[in-house]
């Protein structure tokens, strides 16, 4: 796996990934993606088996080979630290994780943060304790699906948006220890993207969104999820650690996210007050 000083891209063949959420809108055209670009094994959490889209997979490349596990992200570290482990049994090794989980109503927002943050962080720790390099792992990639959400935080979707802020900023931190870990992280920020995760949306304070209905008709696309993959397969293969990535109208953009306090121990003068 390249230093974080290397600008090297990543070649997916080969490569063994586990897609959590694999059968969602953005998941399974993400899967499709990767399947074309040579994956090996593709292991799908989910939390409920999907014989159309497992068909759908299955048809694209049959040199991959793609499993499903029944997998509810809110299960706890442990259940998920035992499942990670027989995957590893199975597969030899995890070369990628990618958290594509999520849902988004805060009808019930201790569902939402225990879905969105806590099932994303356990998932991303028990990665990174078999990736780690400093403990005898071989490194990898893990990948966060966070959302424009964290970029611009919706009034309407306020504990939806502290979720996925919260998760950029978990895999930014993360990330700064890829030299001793061998492990590069990154966050991906789709936009409005046209899946269910839409359906049976309820505003903080309960009222239904019907985001779809308002969307319709305005002058904004709504991307498809495809589109979205696409440029989600473009920023795995650019393997930039630490990078936030917007997927948004069918664009891939690198947002800089920015810094505005460094640490005592990195200012160049520590007497230095923050400007
Ligand atoms: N669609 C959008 O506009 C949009 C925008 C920004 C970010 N996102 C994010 O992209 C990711 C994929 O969303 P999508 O648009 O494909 O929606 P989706 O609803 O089609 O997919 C979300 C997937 O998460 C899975 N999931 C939900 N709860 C789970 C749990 N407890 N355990 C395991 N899996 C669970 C669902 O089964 C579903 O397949 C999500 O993290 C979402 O927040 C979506
Ligand atoms: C209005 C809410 C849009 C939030 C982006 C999807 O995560």
Not at 55 to 68: A, G, I
Not at 123 to 146: E, F, H, P, Q, W
Not at 223 to 248: F, L, Y
Request: hydrophobic share 35%; charged share 20%.
């Amino acid at each position: 796996m390249a230093s974080s000083t290397e600008e090297v891209n990543m070649d997916l063949n080969g490569k063994n990934i586990v897609y959590i959420g694999g059968f969602g809108g953005i998941g399974l055209e993400t899967c499709k993606e990767l399947v074309q670009n040579g994956v090996a094994n593709l292991m799908i959490l989910h939390k409920a088996w999907n014989e159309s889209a497992f068909k759908e997979l299955s048809s694209v490349d049959s040199r991959c080979v793609c499993k499903f596990t029944e997998f509810d992200i809110t299960c706890g570290l442990e259940k998920t630290r035992l499942l990670f482990k027989q995957i590893v049994e199975k597969l030899g090794s995890i070369d990628m994780l990618i958290n594509g989980a999520g849902i988004c109503t805060e009808k019930d927002f201790d569902n939402l943060i225990a879905v969105n943050f806590t099932g994303t962080v356990n998932a991303t720790l028990v990665a990174y304790d078999l990736m780690d390099k400093s403990r005898d792992g071989k490194g990898g990639v893990v990948v966060n699906i966070s959302s424009v959400a964290a970029l611009t935080p919706f009034p309407v979707l306020p504990i939806y948006s502290a979720t996925k802020g919260g998760i950029l900023n978990f895999t930014r931190a993360l990330a700064q220890l890829e030299p001793k870990s061998g492990i590069t992280l990154y966050s991906i920020c789709p936009g409005i993207t046209d899946t269910k995760h839409w359906d049976n949306v309820h505003h903080f304070q309960g009222r239904e969104l019907c985001f779809k209905e308002k969307m319709r008709g305005r002058p904004c696309p709504i991307q498809t999820a495809n589109q979205c993959a696409k440029n989600i397969v473009k920023a795995i293969e650019a393997h930039k650690n630490g990078a936030t990535w917007m997927c948004d109208v069918g664009q891939l953009k690198l947002v800089e996210v920015k810094n505005f306090w460094t640490p005592p121990h990195q200012r160049q003068d520590p007497e230095t007050e923050q400007s």
